[in-house]
């Protein structure tokens, strides 16, 4: 019998790379909206990652008798200081304007100065207490334009070397092999299968 998991998160990207994570594993992942008839807006006031995913995994998981994830994640340009960071989701109203911002801001930087790092805190909560966090983290290059269909948020500017290609010209299978968030939610199912008895 396939484990529920529900994970915390409007963001339809991420919920679309969860579940095809998931697709052939014991596990099976649930958004808010099939689990719950009541809609909560989370404010993620955490000043970090790690803060932010245990926020929304908690805030469900204290209403739900399934175990709950939280993930918050963002891109981080080395040469603006970490910019936009936990931001990621708020420095512009939609993801063009977003890029747009990036691309700007890096109008004149070449080589090294565009390098930038997905990183993400995904958060395991189970009845009201955090479980654990499991940090993954990617880095690449930012494009000069954006490049790509695929994926969601920065993906198109997100220039990945091994694979010579953006986030957003690969499948969410292949993201989810090097992604963060695949390298993330990598940790927390080796850690739920070493620790079955966690969550039952
Ligand atoms: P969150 O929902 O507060 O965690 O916002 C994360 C934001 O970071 C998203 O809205 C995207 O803009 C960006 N982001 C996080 N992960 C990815 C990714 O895998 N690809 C592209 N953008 C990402």
Redesign the pocket.
């Known amino acids: 019998m396939h484990k529920i998991l529900i994970l915390s ?3 339809p ?2 919920l679309r ?1 969860f579940k095809s994570y998931f697709k052939d594993t014991d596990y099976i992942i649930k958004s808010m909206d099939e689990v719950f008839k009541d809609h909560y807006d989370i404010e ?1 006031t955490g000043a970090s ?1 790690e803060e ?1 995913a245990i926020l929304k995994a908690l805030f469900y998981s204290k209403i739900s008798d399934y175990p709950v994830i939280g ?5 981080s340009v080395e040469s603006l200081n970490g910019f936009p960071g ?1 931001y ?3 420095i512009g109203k939609t ?1 063009e304007e ?1 890029n747009r911002i990036i691309l700007d801001k890096l109008k004149n930087k070449k080589g090294e100065e565009r390098k930038a790092c ?1 990183i ?1 805190v995904i958060a395991l909560a189970f009845k009201g207490k955090t479980i654990k966090t499991f940090k993954g983290k990617v880095c690449g290059y930012i494009t000069e334009k954006p490049t790509g269909e695929n ?5 198109p500017l ?1 220039y990945y070397k091994p694979l010579k290609k953006t ?1 957003a010209q690969i499948e969410p299978e292949i ?1 989810n092999l090097y ?3 695949g390298r993330a939610i990598k940790k927390m199912v080796k850690y739920l299968n070493l620790n079955k008895n966690i969550i039952l």
């Open positions: 998160t409007k963001n990207g991420k790379e993620e990652f932010n993930e918050d994640s963002g891109l936990v990621s989701a708020r993801d977003r997905f993400t994926g969601f948020g920065y993906d997100f986030f993201k992604s963060h968030r």
